[in-house]
Nanobody, 121 residues
Framework: QVQFVESGGGLVQAGGSLRLTCAAS????????MGWFRQDPGKQRDLVAS???????NYADSVKGRFTISRDNAKNTVYLQMNSLKPEDTAVYYC???????????????WGQGTQVTVSS
């Protein structure tokens, strides 16, 4: 029904920057909240940042002042600009969105496939 394509992960040195992009497509009527989560192997998936359809944002304390989430509603796309990266930011990053589909007009949570971010010290 709904597909997500994530891009922008990779290997960067501490202090560097990366920009993650997640584009949604498919049977989309509207998208409510969008967000980015991250997960280390063997650990739970934690919220990094979220943004409402109106543009209100929320950040994990560990990334405040370094990461910026934004979205382009016309393109059904969410971005995560990551600056001043630290080794502890290393994880698989997943985008998430609450989507009202054209099939049922009900809302469901969808996940991207994940993209690896590795920050070397």
């Amino acid at each position: 029904q709904v597909q997500f394509v994530e891009s922008g992960g990779g290997l960067v040195q501490a202090g560097g920057s990366l920009r993650l992009t997640c584009a949604a497509s498919g049977s989309i009527f509207s998208i409510n909240d969008m967000g980015w989560f991250r997960q280390d192997p063997g650990k739970q998936r934690d919220l990094v940042a979220s943004i409402t359809s109106g543009g209100s944002t929320n950040y994990a304390d560990s990334v405040k002042g370094r990461f910026t989430i934004s979205r382009d509603n016309a393109k059904n796309t969410v971005y995560l600009q990551m600056n001043s990266l630290k080794p502890e930011d290393t994880a698989v990053y997943y985008c998430n969105a609450n989507v009202r589909t054209t099939v049922s007009f009900l809302s469901y949570n969808f996940w991207g496939q994940g993209t690896q971010v590795t920050v070397s010290s």
